[in-house]
């Protein structure tokens, strides 16, 4: 994080001295590169670890500068896995695979989708096909889609693009969040992620980036389809990270889309305001009346802005005034701009190059309110740079014409409709501009409040006995802790309807809300659950629930396993009325180890329907009768959990706040005393999360994914790994036959060997067994594991490396 005072000292006078474009913002300081045909600002001085906001000190908490400062001659070099994991997922009715491959391999050093080199991170997408699915079981390559070849293995594998490599060996992992990947898909482009790693809640964010085809000259109208972002998801939606079940859906997480620019916007024959860059809000709250949900097992997103989509009247309403502010924005697409992404419990601003610590203008802002809690969360940050889509083919679903012109690519003008497609407004010459066709980002940066922010109270409901010792299995109990948290609302059998987390007010404060819009044919066809909860055999439990119903009715809870056979191992009937009622079951005893779901059934029950009724759920407990303490740590990332334990820990040269997060000097608070757990606990480096080389990463681990095609002289690495004060590498790997073997290597030096001496049955989840090494290496590098030959090709599947 440090910085050079040399090298602000010697570039502060060189914007204003040369008239460069795009360097006039107040309080902007920055350099031009002289030598090439145009000139490019340097990133702003005023960058530095402090900054002040409207009279409040900000403190960095992370960057990452993608090797320094921009145009500085860095060479290629990979992604940070530490910050950043790529990913691969079909949304949007987007035309492009993402894959995994970076500048800095010399394998890819012709065809690749990330580069970081020479101060900045590129994304470029390329015109070529690619297979990127889930793998598709076979006995014969006829079975196989798209010419592909029935391997050994029983997959099938492809290879759309014919450059010698299978094409899942060149797709980014698919989590198995949100959809899978498409097939034969027409592009390839860059999406990465700090889901997991990277995770804050509140602060300001600011980052300095350039549109695609920057470089075409002055003027030029670009060419249509591209679709790049800069945005953020709720950290309760993805995977589970440190013992925390992230387990919301989409849009229970919210979506904060900061930068988001369609280029087609840039044509103005197709779209005369050009206003090609936005910001889009997207969450869930109460609906309006007669709303329904989007599908059954899905809900309605409340988009709020202006921009793509003519707004909605979800942004006013309750809050005396507008929601959101914002009406698109046109900027100069060929330089480098600089957003600032100002957000706490009340609300959000967005900035364009006229930024907060200048005492700049927002050119939009959001407000919190009590409907849109999904904010007042931590959230992560995504980089992606799409083509074709919804958004990068703006209006393709039946915009209004009155002739082809006024259609993307002279597409058909059919009874004032435009005929197009996700696909038909990309008109990218890929033969001579192919190579501009990238999103380029300079640096990334959070920083929080040093005066820090406020922190929800726990629910009394933590607290079953009132010890002070929180004993409750279900974390954000009484909803109360801002946002959507261990919870999944489900619809099956027919069964439709919508949930939120909405403040009733008066002593109860937020509670669940949930309307039956269609009960179904069974009484789990709409059901509330909190899930992930871990009970033991032979344990007496504890539970109950307060609930409230717009019609008396009688509503089954019960505990039951999570996964097939879905076993239930407690249930009770209880009756509801239209004022608050504690439904108190009998303890029960679990009868088996396992993960388990509180779930309480709202469909049709006894034959007796529900539609358009209203149930309210509030205090939901689970514990053990002996009121064990259990960690609670939600909205937390450090500090400690109420139980002798730690939240989690802060990297070097962070301390945490009072509010529970990690900054950079602790929000004048005094470090936890509580120490974090020893004993042997490991340090997991998932597989799937390292920079892979000739193998690939899948679903099918047990814990996230796994790493195949794993062969001699292939590796999986891991940087920035501390290694002092730990002895042991096992890694948890599965395959059909015995004799695989893998260096461990730190710093390009072997420092053990793993060696699966029997056969676990097969490659995936649940056959996986764990291998080790012991090891006497201290301080941090890169550590790897590299694939030693084995007759069969493949030598195992990697699930993760723990280190003790």
Same mark, same amino acid.
């Given at each position: 994080m440090s910085r050079s005072g040399s090298r602000w000292l010697r570039l502060g006078w060189l914007c204003g001295a040369l008239g460069v474009v795009g360097c006039s913002e107040p309080g902007v300081m920055g350099a031009a590169d002289v030598q090439g045909e145009e000139a490019v600002c340097q990133e702003p001085a005023s960058l530095a670890a402090s900054l002040t906001i409207g009279g409040?000190?900000?403190?960095? %908490?992370? !960057?990452?500068?993608f090797g320094g400062a921009l145009n500085g001659g860095q060479t290629k070099s990979y992604l940070n896995t530490t910050y950043w994991t790529k990913e691969n997922l #079909?949304?949007? &009715?987007?035309?492009?695979a993402y %894959?995994?491959? !970076?500048?800095?391999?010399?394998?890819?050093?012709?065809?690749?989708? &990330?580069?970081v080199e020479n101060g900045k991170l590129t994304l470029r997408a390329r015109q070529e096909p690619l297979d990127c699915v889930v793998w598709q079981t076979c006995t014969s390559s006829s079975q196989c889609n798209n010419g592909g070849t029935c391997a050994s293995t029983g997959y099938c594998l492809n290879d759309r693009n014919k450059n010698g490599v299978w094409d899942h060996e060149e797709c980014?992992?698919?989590?198995?969040?949100?959809?899978a990947p498409a097939n034969d898909t027409k592009y390839t482009s860059g999406r990465i992620s700090s889901d997991e790693k990277v995770e804050y809640r509140y602060g300001y964010v600011e980052f300095r980036a350039r549109m695609p085809f920057a470089?075409?000259?002055?003027?030029? %109208?670009?060419?249509? #389809?591209?679709?790049?972002?800069i945005w953020m998801l709720g950290a309760n939606g993805a995977i589970a990270n440190g013992g925390r079940e992230d387990s919301a859906g989409w849009p229970m997480t919210g979506e904060i889309d900061i930068m988001e620019y369609t280029q087609i916007k840039e044509n103005k024959a197709l779209y005369p305001e050009n206003k090609a860059m936005g910001y889009n809000v997207l969450w869930r709250e109460i609906p309006e009346a007669g709303e329904l949900a989007a599908r059954a097992g899905g809900w309605e997103p409340n988009a709020c802005s202006s921009w793509p989509n003519n707004g909605d009247v979800k942004c006013s309403g309750n809050l005396n005034g507008a929601r959101a502010t914002w009406d698109g924005k046109t900027i100069d697409y060929h330089q480098w701009h600089t957003w600032g992404f100002l957000w706490d419990e009340n609300?959000?601003?967005? &900035?364009?190059?006229?930024?907060?610590?200048?005492g700049g203008t927002p050119v939009g802002s959001f407000a919190i309110g009590d409907g849109a809690t999904e904010f007042r969360q931590p959230m992560y940050l995504i980089l992606n740079n799409a083509v074709g889509g919804e958004l990068g083919c703006l209006g393709w679903s039946n915009r209004a014409c009155t002739s082809s012109a006024q259609c993307a690519n002279n597409s058909a003008c059919v009874s004032g409709k435009c005929q197009e497609t996700p696909a038909s407004c990309v008109n990218i010459d890929w033969a001579n501009h192919g190579d501009k066709a990238k999103l380029e980002v300079d640096y990334v940066r959070w920083y929080h409040r040093d005066a820090g922010y406020a922190q929800a109270p726990a629910a009394a409901c933590q607290d079953g006995n009132g010890d002070g010792k929180p004993d409750n299995l279900i974390r954000n109990c009484g909803f109360n802790e801002d946002y959507t948290y261990h919870r999944s609302d489900l619809f099956f059998d027919g069964g439709a309807g919508l949930t939120e987390i909405i403040n009733e007010?008066? %002593?109860? #404060? &937020?509670v669940q809300w949930v309307r039956i819009d269609n009960n179904g044919w069974q009484n789990h066809s709409v059901q509330v659950r909190q899930e992930g909860l871990p009970l033991t055999a032979g344990t007496q439990y504890k539970w109950k629930v307060d609930l409230k119903s717009s019609v008396a009715r009688t509503v089954p809870i019960k505990i039951a396993l999570t996964k097939d056979p879905w076993t239930t191992i407690a249930s009770f009937n209880c009756n509801v009325g239209t004022t608050w009622t504690t439904c108190s079951p009998p303890n029960f005893t679990a009868s088996a180890t396992g993960t388990y779901k509180f779930e309480i059934d709202l469909g049709t029950t006894s034959g007796t329907t529900f539609n358009g009724s209203q149930v309210y759920i509030d205090n939901m407990y689970l514990g053990t009768t002996a009121n064990a303490c259990q960690p609670e740590c939600t909205g937390k990332q450090c500090g400690s959990d109420g139980c002798g334990g730690s939240c989690g820990t802060c990297r070097s040269g962070t301390a945490c706040a009072a509010w529970g997060q990690c900054t950079a000097n602790g929000g004048g608070t005094t470090p936890p005393t509580d120490p974090p757990p020893t004993g042997g606990t490991p340090v997991r480096l998932e597989a799937e999360a390292g920079t892979q080389t000739g193998c690939f990463a899948e679903a099918g681990g047990d814990s996230g994914g796994k790493v195949v095609a794993f062969e001699g002289g292939d590796s999986i690495c891991w940087s920035n790994v501390n290694l002092t004060g730990l002895k042991t590498a096992t890694a948890h790997v599965g395959a059909p036959y015995a004799g695989g073997q893998a260096q461990v290597k730190f710093n390009n030096t072997v420092i053990g060997t793993l060696n699966l001496s029997t056969a676990t049955g097969g490659w995936s989840s649940p056959s996986l067994k764990d291998i080790s090494t012991s090891f006497t290496s201290t301080g941090t590098g890169t550590l790897c594991l590299v694939g030693v030959t084995h007759p069969n090709g493949w030598i195992f599947s990697v699930d993760y490396l723990d280190l003790k």
């Open positions: 409040q000190a900000f403190s960095l %908490t992370w !960057e990452d500068d #079909g949304v949007n &009715y987007e035309q492009q %894959t995994n491959r !970076e500048c800095a391999n010399p394998s890819n050093a012709n065809n690749w989708n &990330y580069c980014a992992p698919f989590t198995g969040i949100a959809n470089e075409l000259p002055a003027g030029a %109208t670009p060419p249509n #389809g591209m679709w790049p972002a609300g959000f601003k967005i &900035y364009i190059d006229n930024l907060p610590q200048n007010g008066g %002593t109860r #404060g &937020y």
